[in-house]
Nanobody, 127 residues
Framework: QVQLVESGGGLVQAGGSLRLSCVAS????????MGWFRQAPGKEREFVAA????????DYAESVKGRFTISRDNAKNTVYLQMNSLKPEDTAVYYC????????????????????WGQGTQVTVSS
Protein backbone atom coordinates (compact mmCIF):
# COMPACT_ATOMS: atom_id res chain seq x y z
CA GLN A 1 0.00 0.00 0.00
CA VAL A 2 1.08 3.53 -0.74
CA GLN A 3 -0.40 6.61 0.86
CA LEU A 4 -0.29 9.91 -1.02
CA VAL A 5 -0.81 13.31 0.55
CA GLU A 6 -1.11 16.45 -1.57
CA SER A 7 -0.51 20.01 -0.40
CA GLY A 8 0.05 23.45 -1.83
CA GLY A 9 -3.38 24.27 -3.17
CA GLY A 10 -5.12 27.55 -2.51
CA LEU A 11 -6.66 30.69 -3.97
CA VAL A 12 -4.66 32.63 -6.54
CA GLN A 13 -5.40 35.35 -9.07
CA ALA A 14 -5.29 34.67 -12.77
CA GLY A 15 -1.71 34.82 -14.00
CA GLY A 16 -0.33 33.67 -10.68
CA SER A 17 1.53 30.53 -9.70
CA LEU A 18 1.20 27.65 -7.29
CA ARG A 19 3.37 24.64 -6.52
CA LEU A 20 1.65 21.44 -5.52
CA SER A 21 3.48 18.70 -3.63
CA CYS A 22 2.61 15.04 -3.19
CA VAL A 23 4.41 13.01 -0.54
CA ALA A 24 4.29 9.22 -0.71
CA SER A 25 4.59 6.92 2.28
CA UNK A 26 4.20 3.20 2.86
CA UNK A 27 5.62 0.81 0.27
CA UNK A 28 7.65 3.49 -1.46
CA UNK A 29 10.39 0.99 -2.24
CA UNK A 30 8.21 -0.24 -5.09
CA UNK A 31 8.52 1.31 -8.49
CA UNK A 32 5.89 3.88 -9.38
CA UNK A 33 5.16 6.17 -12.27
CA MET A 34 3.37 9.26 -10.97
CA GLY A 35 0.71 11.55 -12.29
CA TRP A 36 -1.48 14.54 -11.56
CA PHE A 37 -5.16 14.72 -12.42
CA ARG A 38 -7.83 17.29 -11.73
CA GLN A 39 -11.59 17.38 -11.39
CA ALA A 40 -13.76 20.45 -11.65
CA PRO A 41 -17.36 20.51 -10.34
CA GLY A 42 -19.69 18.62 -12.64
CA LYS A 43 -16.85 17.33 -14.80
CA GLU A 44 -14.96 14.08 -15.10
CA ARG A 45 -11.49 13.64 -13.69
CA GLU A 46 -8.94 14.63 -16.34
CA PHE A 47 -5.28 14.01 -16.92
CA VAL A 48 -2.90 16.89 -16.22
CA ALA A 49 0.67 15.55 -16.18
CA ALA A 50 2.67 12.36 -15.78
CA UNK A 51 6.26 11.43 -15.07
CA UNK A 52 8.29 8.23 -15.36
CA UNK A 53 9.97 6.44 -12.48
CA UNK A 54 13.31 8.24 -12.87
CA UNK A 55 11.77 11.51 -13.96
CA UNK A 56 13.42 11.35 -17.34
CA UNK A 57 10.21 11.54 -19.35
CA UNK A 58 7.07 13.58 -18.86
CA ASP A 59 3.75 14.17 -20.58
CA TYR A 60 1.17 16.92 -20.29
CA ALA A 61 -2.38 17.64 -21.26
CA GLU A 62 -2.54 20.11 -24.14
CA SER A 63 -4.38 22.60 -21.95
CA VAL A 64 -1.42 22.94 -19.55
CA LYS A 65 1.59 22.51 -21.84
CA GLY A 66 4.06 25.34 -21.45
CA ARG A 67 2.49 26.44 -18.15
CA PHE A 68 2.77 23.42 -15.83
CA THR A 69 5.85 21.37 -14.96
CA ILE A 70 5.87 18.00 -13.22
CA SER A 71 8.98 16.82 -11.39
CA ARG A 72 9.93 14.33 -8.71
CA ASP A 73 12.52 13.89 -5.98
CA ASN A 74 12.75 10.16 -5.31
CA ALA A 75 15.01 10.69 -2.30
CA LYS A 76 12.15 12.61 -0.68
CA ASN A 77 9.37 10.41 -2.11
CA THR A 78 7.80 13.58 -3.44
CA VAL A 79 6.26 14.66 -6.73
CA TYR A 80 5.68 18.30 -7.62
CA LEU A 81 3.46 20.21 -10.00
CA GLN A 82 4.62 23.74 -10.69
CA MET A 83 1.71 25.71 -12.12
CA ASN A 84 2.39 29.07 -13.76
CA SER A 85 0.19 31.51 -15.68
CA LEU A 86 -2.87 30.07 -14.00
CA LYS A 87 -6.27 30.61 -15.58
CA PRO A 88 -9.77 30.48 -14.06
CA GLU A 89 -10.38 27.27 -16.04
CA ASP A 90 -7.59 25.60 -14.04
CA THR A 91 -9.86 25.72 -10.99
CA ALA A 92 -10.36 22.16 -9.74
CA VAL A 93 -9.42 19.64 -7.10
CA TYR A 94 -6.00 18.31 -8.01
CA TYR A 95 -5.12 14.69 -7.30
CA CYS A 96 -1.80 12.92 -7.16
CA UNK A 97 -1.67 9.28 -8.31
CA UNK A 98 0.84 6.41 -8.30
CA UNK A 99 0.93 3.49 -10.72
CA UNK A 100 3.21 0.47 -10.45
CA UNK A 101 5.72 0.06 -13.23
CA UNK A 102 8.64 -2.19 -14.12
CA UNK A 103 9.66 0.04 -16.98
CA UNK A 104 11.47 3.32 -16.51
CA UNK A 105 10.19 4.62 -19.84
CA UNK A 106 6.50 4.29 -18.96
CA UNK A 107 4.14 7.01 -17.86
CA UNK A 108 0.37 6.79 -17.69
CA UNK A 109 -2.38 9.16 -18.77
CA UNK A 110 -5.55 7.26 -17.84
CA UNK A 111 -6.96 7.13 -14.30
CA UNK A 112 -7.44 3.36 -14.59
CA UNK A 113 -3.67 2.94 -14.87
CA UNK A 114 -3.14 4.27 -11.36
CA UNK A 115 -3.73 2.15 -8.27
CA UNK A 116 -3.17 4.77 -5.57
CA TRP A 117 -4.65 8.23 -5.16
CA GLY A 118 -4.33 11.12 -2.75
CA GLN A 119 -7.25 12.93 -1.18
CA GLY A 120 -6.87 15.97 -3.42
CA THR A 121 -6.06 19.63 -2.91
CA GLN A 122 -8.28 22.51 -4.04
CA VAL A 123 -6.92 25.05 -6.51
CA THR A 124 -9.06 28.11 -7.16
CA VAL A 125 -8.05 30.73 -9.72
CA SER A 126 -9.95 34.00 -9.62
CA SER A 127 -10.38 36.24 -12.65
Amino acid sequence: QVQLVESGGGLVQAGGSLRLSCVASGRTSNRYAMGWFRQAPGKEREFVAAITLSGGNTDYAESVKGRFTISRDNAKNTVYLQMNSLKPEDTAVYYCAAGSTWDDSSYYTRPSQYAYWGQGTQVTVSS
